[in-house]
């Protein structure tokens, strides 16, 4: 079975920075993108960065600068560097991974999600 897991995150000043990351696991044949999503309270989940497989990535334009998507093919894993944080910057933060697992088909994962508050 193909889970995502997060880890890190956390209670942080604003102004600083916090890392999470994302493990894949299971019988996985391929990875093609990985990305984070957010979902502050009360608001609808939003992509934040994406990667392919290549190493292309995209940003929300909002968070360009501040936050670095980076990926470890060989492990399965993604990271997000968050530098610079606001207060806006809270909530849930959710791996999400297009995954070909080896029983199975191409399809959508998601990781549990990783608490990061921002204190202001």
């Known amino acids: 079975q193909v889970q995502l897991v997060e880890s890190g995150g956390g209670l942080v000043q604003a102004g600083g920075s916090l890392s999470v990351s994302c493990v894949a696991s299971?019988?996985?044949?391929?990875?093609?993108?990985m990305a984070w999503y957010r979902q502050a309270p009360g608001k609808q989940r939003e992509l934040v960065a994406r990667i392919t497989s290549a190493g292309s990535t995209n940003y929300v334009d909002s968070l360009k600068g501040r936050f670095t998507i980076s990926r470890d093919s060989a492990k399965n894993t993604v990271y997000l560097q968050m530098n610079d944080l606001l207060p806006e910057d809270t909530a849930v933060y959710y791996c999400?991974?297009?995954?070909?697992?080896?029983?199975?088909?191409?399809?959508?994962?998601w990781g549990q999600g990783v608490q990061v508050t921002v204190s202001s």
């Open positions: 299971g019988r996985i044949v391929s990875i093609i993108t």
């Open positions: 999400n991974a297009d995954i070909l697992p080896e029983l199975g088909y191409w399809r959508d994962y």
